[in-house]
């Protein structure tokens, strides 16, 4: 189903202009006392949440800005950020 | 009204308050396992609950195309003892699954990837699988309505032909499977979904459905698409995978045309015809992950450009039906199926992406023993979910191009 995205610099436009840049996963872990069970978690792990989550998404054939929204994955949808079903990262 | 009649794979059955063994999923892997345990292992308390019907999922959306072509020794060996059990299947199930060997076809684009395909053959023949190389003249001879000449998109520098591959009535292989596992005393619970699963001292002791509370030692989940997020939001484990939608379509029916499974990854697509004639074909996934199962124009104008590329006879052919399903892709197009690690009696099986249907067989084959025995057959060991953890991903992206929004 198409899409369209809201990016901060361009405004509203058609979804296949952005690259999607995977869910939202907090900041990247720090190198010192870094784990293979942290990393790969940062890495490849996902939620894969049937509802609103919180992702990231590139404005490739646009301004280039990298940015993150709410999207229900199950209607294509961009959503109010209190609507999320994704849990947000640990930020501790 | 639908439901109310009697079940086509045998009789309808209470819900019990305890099973042995309860099953995730409606879908071709659920039902194969649940068939192998009751089959091979005697464990017939089990029960298979499915949120709408069997074979609601994946295993009625995908393109029924079977093949044993794929890239690395522990994929290459699962998807060729899943051919293989295909007509011993026919015959254990009293079952016509039309098993249509017709071979597939994999068409080259380049020298870079006719390279790769060497390296496939190389793997496939070492297995035993039966899978050459031919060059663009031979692919002509073999698909007549192929263009081979040089000024499309994609020229065709030459094919990988697999002939034990070919195609499967993919809704028989569901009946089939349904009323074998029933037969045995499986139970099968549509309409039922399951809302959470009940663990104590880390281990499971429940699944609680829209239905009630069932009490079992062991569960497992293989809900196609719905998995990753069904384990996450149920045990809170986060698996490697991004959720896609998939889209295929038919044309009109037309005279045979096509004797084989025709597919290119340059075009992203691949074709085959029907029984009743249409040409069956599926594309691209949608670039980014969602549930909505939705076909898109973007991808309905890909297919017709591309099929009126490479198979110039379709041009102005009509596509009749469209539809979509849902591919769980890994970062390493490789599936996991791991248990008893997380969560003592917990088996997963997913990240199948596109590959759930061609591999059914054998995977219930396997993870009815996993979970019969409580110990990994040395099948399934490369697939477990640590191997993210180790860096150990399995070299399978090769086959294709970057097609989950991770690579």
Known sequence: ?92 | MFFKSKPMWGKKTQLKSSYDVVIIGGGLHSLATAYFLAKDHGITDVAVIEKNYIGFGGAGRNTAIVRANQRTQYNVPLYKEALDLWPVLTKDLDYNLMFNNCGNLNLMHSEAAMNAARMTIATAQFHGVESHLIDAKQAKEMVPALNISEDITFPIHGAMFHPPGGVIRHDAVVWGLARGAAKRGVEIHQETEALSIGTKNGKVTSVTTSRGTINCKQVLISAGGYSAALIHSMLGIKLPISVLTIQAMVTQPLKPLLNHVVSSGAYHAYANQTLKGEIATGAHMDPWPNYTTLNTAHYIKHQAEALSEFLPCLRGIRFMRIWGGLADMTPDMAPIMDGNNQVEGFFMDCGWGYFGFKSCSAVGKYMSEFIAKNECPDMLKPFALKRYEEHRLMGETAVVVNYTPDN
């Open chain 1, 1 to 92: 189903m198409a899409l369209t995205i809201t990016c901060p610099v361009c405004g509203k436009r058609n979804g296949y202009e952005f690259k999607f840049g995977g869910e939202e996963k907090g900041p990247r872990p720090e190198e010192k006392d870094l784990t293979p069970k942290a990393w790969c978690d940062y890495v490849h792990m996902n939620q894969c949440v049937a509802g609103v989550q919180k992702e990231w998404w590139f404005h490739k054939d646009g301004c280039g800005s990298w940015f993150t929204i709410y999207r229900d994955t199950t209607t294509n949808l961009e959503k109010e950020a209190g609507l999320a079903n994704h849990q947000e990262a640990d930020k501790s």
